[in-house]
């Protein structure tokens, strides 16, 4: 079998700039077909056609990975593709996330600054023999028409350019031994939504809107005069007096301009995507809604959770969330699909993560980009605050390290082996998970010269976003960092210990000794009796979450406290995710119901009643009176906040996973009706079969409805009382 390594990097001998490149070979079959594969990879993103038909359904590709240490070839079966004779081979290359040129990007070790392309035709013969066709300098390269890409700006076509000049492809050594075959899932175009209403702003902007907030591209049908040039803006809302705003994007320009050769067109971009929700359209004179597509691109992911109450706003949310994460699951999760970043930040992850595959099969996505992780990981454990790691330039000295971020290492994996029930998850990232666990304990060392002494760290991002004052705009949370980042060491250091005798590995004692002193720190470092120091919910949330506390009724009584005192939320993206869990440990799942049902601001649900359709990534992303939150940090796509669906599905429809006997293999229902909503129905499409709840308020109590799997045992706990439960449906009445 010939090898796709034999192909060598080729780029175009005139540096194309902005503009995308074409790769051209033309090759001869002459023999009979009996299979065919193009293995390829470029730097950049490509598009390939074999006689001008596409050979994949995908798009975006090689996706993204730590590029300087993992770039993916894919190959694909070609074989129908082919034709006896000559065959034209066409790939065109954009720039993708391989070239940063983007302001909030720091600097790294890429250095390159050209599309380049690495692939082979691999065609075996009937008759046994093989060709291949690998890139070199036989190939050609042109300047596409695609005059200008970037992922965050968009992307130019002029279409008069019919034909650019080929020339001889250059050969070029760029690095070739971390090439790997493809992992994870691919990227394509999943779902068109047709313009539904065109609004002419009151500055006459022309404006259509899509009625929904998604990720990608719009593909549009015009004819127009020659040299007319078209240009789309895209943007998530309109301001508060109904006019395009495109500020909160930041430096992403988030623009397409077609350039017209007089002949009617339908185009689409091939090399970028944005996020929005409506598109501004300049130089058509008459737009129609019903000419303009938007298509959601996301990376594939096979739906496997559903919620829905007898509450609209909750089902409106619930779709928001669900939106979210096809918006941010672009081959790396990201923390926003618009403005200039769209980066893996690792602590939006790391709290996402159980509600992500709660809502779709997540496995395969999050193994690569946890493989990324371990990539991108330094010899001492430290890891990154984005991954794919970019040295995103407000991120402190370096990037890396940040309490609750970097613990993704600890907190994707485990959440992953809770929800698949695969122990392989847990060997194959077990390494940066202790490594950095180490890290952590050895920051502690550093600090004490030579003795533990905690916190590892007092920097960082904290509850980021919390918002104890309704004004607070700052992102560092309140919650005292070094409180936090002990909390997630203690988590990190118990998870490790669990994932030591789930896989049959001795924990070293020290690690225990760590792990009680670092409890035995926090209690009295930050609580007295019970209660913590600093009243913020945040605090009371993570000792009670990770087990901190040695007064739960105490901790938990006062987070209840705090609650009614301040009859809102007040956490960031770290307390957020906990929060109802602790409630409901705390017996309060009425007054976690309060806070989930609460529409005014700040609430989950204020976000619904002001026409959004995804979670915002601040509670104050448009305030009561309209006025945006800063533009410097105000996306309509954040999925963090979207994290309490998890609490939607375990606790108040009650499918709850045992850890124990992970992957649904056991589950207990436990569900906590509450009279406001009056029935409720969730399904969990799990590796066991389909998990269901449904209840409904009665006249005199509640019907519950539990589907068990196949592969799973399961209990039911209702109002404290305990049900065996027989695998397939099962009905409860009970009064209350
Ligand atoms: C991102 C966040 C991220 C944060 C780090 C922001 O710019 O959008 O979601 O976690 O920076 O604090």
Redesign the pocket.
């Given at each position: 079998m010939i090898s796709f390594l034999q192909a060598i990097w080729i780029k175009s001998r005139a540096n194309n700039k902005d503009a995308a490149t074409d790769f051209f070979k033309t090759v001869d079959i002459k023999k009979e077909v009996k299979s065919a594969y193009l293995h390829i990879t470029a730097h950049g993103v490509f598009e390939a056609f074999i006689n001008s038909k596409r050979v994949s359904e995908d798009v975006l590709m090689p996706g993204w990975t730590s590029y300087t240490k993992r770039l993916r070839y894919i190959s694909y079966d070609v074989t129908d593709m082919l034709t006896p004779g000559e065959n034209e081979l066409k790939v065109g290359v954009g720039k993708g996330w391989f070239f940063h040129d983007v302001d909030c990007w720091g600097t790294d070790e890429l250095k390159y600054d050209e599309a380049a392309l690495m692939c082979t035709l691999e065609v075996i013969y009937s008759d046994g023999s093989v060709d291949e066709f690998p890139t070199d300098n036989s190939w050609q390269t042109a300047k596409s028409n695609i005059i200008y890409n970037n992922i965050y700006n968009g992307e130019t076509v002029d279409l008069r350019i019919k034909e650019s000049k080929k020339s001889k492809a250059v050969e070029i050594s760029y690095m070739r031994n971390h090439l790997i075959p493809f992992e994870g899932v691919p990227i394509r175009e999943q779902e068109r939504l047709q313009g539904v209403k065109l609004i002419k702003t009151p500055k006459g902007e022309t404006v259509i809107d899509f009625g929904q907030e998604i990720t990608g591209y719009v593909e549009f049908t015009a004819k127009v005069p020659k040299d007319t040039e078209i240009i789309i803006k895209h943007f998530e809302v309109l301001d508060k007096d109904g006019n395009v705003y495109t500020e909160n994007l930041r430096g992403a320009k988030a623009t397409y301009t077609v350039i017209s050769d007089g002949k009617p067109f339908t185009v689409k971009p091939s090399y970028t995507f944005y996020g929005f929700r409506y598109i501004q359209v300049i130089g058509l004179k008459s737009v129609k809604p019903e000419n303009f597509t938007a298509i959601v691109v996301h990376s594939e992911m096979k739906r496997t959770g559903y919620f829905s109450c007898a509450n609209e706003l909750l089902n409106k949310f619930a779709q928001n969330v669900v939106w979210g994460q096809k918006g941010n699951f672009l081959d790396i999760p990201t923390?926003?699909p618009q403005r200039d970043?769209r980066?893996g930040?690792?602590?939006?992850a790391a709290m996402f993560c159980r509600t992500a595959a709660i809502n779709f099969d997540v496995k395969a996505f999050f193994d690569k980009w946890l493989n990324d992780l371990e990539a991108d990981q330094l010899a001492d454990g430290s890891v990154p605050?984005v991954i794919p790691y970019c040295n995103?330039y407000?991120?402190g000295p370096d990037g890396y390290n940040?309490a609750a971020?970097s613990d993704v290492a600890v907190i994707a994996p485990w959440e992953m082996y809770v929800a698949y029930g695969d122990k392989k998850i847990l060997s194959d990232h077990y390494k940066p998970l202790k490594k950095w666990v180490d890290f952590m304990i050895n920051e502690c060392r550093k600090n004490g010269g030579g003795k533990i002494k905690f916190p590892w760290t007092t920097g960082g991002?904290g509850d980021?976003l919390s918002l104890e004052d309704l004004d607070r705009e700052e992102?560092?949370g309140v919650t005292d960092v070094g409180y936090i980042s002990t909390a997630f060491m203690i988590n990190g250091l118990k998870t490790l210990i669990k994932v030591d005798s789930i896989l049959g590995y001795k924990t070293d004692k020290s690690y225990k000794t760590v792990l009680e002193n670092a409890i035995k720190y926090c209690r009295k470092e930050y609580m007295k009796d019970g209660r913590m120091k600093q009243e913020t919910q945040t605090a009371a949330v993570l000792a009670i979450i990770f087990g901190i506390t040695d007064k739960p009724e105490i901790t938990m009584a006062q987070l209840a406290e705090n609650v009614r005192k301040h009859g809102r939320i007040t956490t960031g993206?770290i307390g957020t995710t906990y929060l109802l869990y602790a409630l409901s440990a705390a017996g309060e799942d009425k007054l976690a119901t309060d806070l989930l049902l609460r529409t005014e601001y700040p609430s989950w649900l204020y976000p619904v009643t002001k026409g959004a359709t995804t979670v915002w990534?601040r509670w104050n992303g448009i305030f009561p009176d309209g006025r945006f939150a800063n533009a410097g940090?105000n996306?309509f796509n954040?999925y963090?906040y979207g994290s309490v669906l998890s609490w939607m599905f375990r606790r108040l429809a009650g499918i709850c996973p045992d850890e124990d006997e992970p992957g649904y293999r056991k589950i207990t229902f436990s569900p906590a009706p509450d009279e406001r909503i009056p029935w409720v129905k969730a399904s969990v499409d799990t590796v066991c079969g389909e998990a269901a709840s449904y209840y409904e308020k009665t006249a005199d109590g509640w019907d519950f409805e539990f589907t068990v799997p196949a592969g799973s045992k399961a209990d039911a706990v209702i109002f404290g009382k305990k049900y065996r439960l027989k695998k397939g449906i099962n009905k409860i009445s009970v009064k209350a």
């Open positions: 923390d926003c970043e980066l930040w690792t602590g939006d605050h995103v407000w991120s940040a971020w991002y980021w992102g560092v993206f990534e940090m996306s954040h963090a």
